[in-house]
């Protein structure tokens, strides 16, 4: 019993460890147009939670269905992070040839570095967001402000496994074909939590909205 119980446990992880590597390839092979990284990674966390959390569908299809219905919206949050990287590399490589020292552009720098390092973890809220439901993109982008302002923990949290996440395969790049998959798994569970308090919550509100219509 003991061994059977040891095996079963062994093939669950070398099953999980299976699908971080495929999820984490298809997500690398989805975002080498760069343009397509958003929809990747919103992709990439429905699937791991659809996929490897709850247990259910087949990856490369949930990958491509997820990938195919946030293309679109995940497009617009991805390029202004693009447009942030490009001002912010353009003005350091200014600032280091000494073609704009002033005050201003120093200043600039700062406050555009500031931007990147809240922006990033509202940008995975909005990715993961839309991978889960429907909404427009105002509603998407005030949401996703609003859980990395109101779960700060949880944000900061979210930001160090991304950061590291970064920093490993900068280190070691043969990690991008795990990684991605295993950092999406980390942070799924407490991201879920949120998404589930709020839904919970808004049912809660509707069915006290009826009860108030009908008395």
Known sequence: MFQSKMGIEFLEKMNRIADFLIISILWFLFSLPVLTIGASTSALYRTVQTSVVEGKGEVLLTFWKSFKNSFIQALPFWLFYVLLLFIFSLNQLLLLNNLASSWVNQFSQIFIFLLLLFYTPVLLYALAYLSRFKDNLKTIGKNSLFLAVAHFKNTLYVFFLFLLTCVLIYLIPILI????????????????????????????????????RSA
């Open 177 to 212: 074909v795990i990684l991605p998959a295993y950092f999406t798994y980390k942070i799924c569970p407490r991201v879920e939590n949120i998404f589930s308090h709020y839904i919970v919550n808004h049912l809660v509100k509707e069915v006290n909205g009826e009860k108030e």
